[in-house]
């Protein structure tokens, strides 16, 4: 019988991207994965896997069949390092949904986002470009997510929140109904998100308030 699945190419052989190649090998039937993308030519030499690294992101040239998935944790890294991909040759980015996730039919998902297992994500969402949604987060009806974010594991974002570009969430946080968080924020580990956050700030705590390591 022919092999159907696409040839995936995984951006990032970090600990995120050894992540998704697990979910796909193990639970994702329309990949086979063709090895990881990553301008670390050793990154995997400490745990070495089924498949290697096949080239820097930055510079490899697509195939014919090829699909690709974003697996930085990082999302300004994310945006760096698959610049030439998207930019340049315009490739096809997979949209990745755990079959083990739960996606009302009503909401949107756009293209890139990895989606992991045991999210729950309500209706009549939005969630942007090239964002991922770690385990055991849950999503409320309404609520818009922007592009390149990260939503780490055991968040709670409420029905209504706007989340906007390039927010990074940290584990076990709650954003509350009707929040907003502007581009480019931090929310840190276990923090409860109440009104307004700002463009471009770190918070942290109950409720989450402004923070600086220094």
Known sequence: MQDTRRNLLIVGAGGFGREMLGY???DNPLFNVKGFLDSRANALDATPRSVGIVGDPLS???RAGDVF???LGDPQQRFKYTAALRDVHNVDFAT???PRANISRHTQLKRGCII???VGISVDCTIGEFTCIQEYTVVGHDAHIGNWCQINSHCTIAGGARI???VTIHPN???TS?????DGAVVGPGSVVIGRIPAGITVLGNPARRFSFK
Do not use: E, N, S
Request: with cysteine; charged share 10%.
């Open 24 to 26: 796909v090998q193990d």
């Open 116 to 118: 992991a297992p045991q």
């Open 173 to 175: 946080c709650v954003i």
């Open 164 to 166: 906007g570009h390039f």
């Open 96 to 98: 990745v949904v755990h």
């Open 69 to 71: 998935m974003a697996a």
């Open 178 to 182: 009707r929040a907003v968080i502007g």
């Open 60 to 62: 490899y040239q697509p």
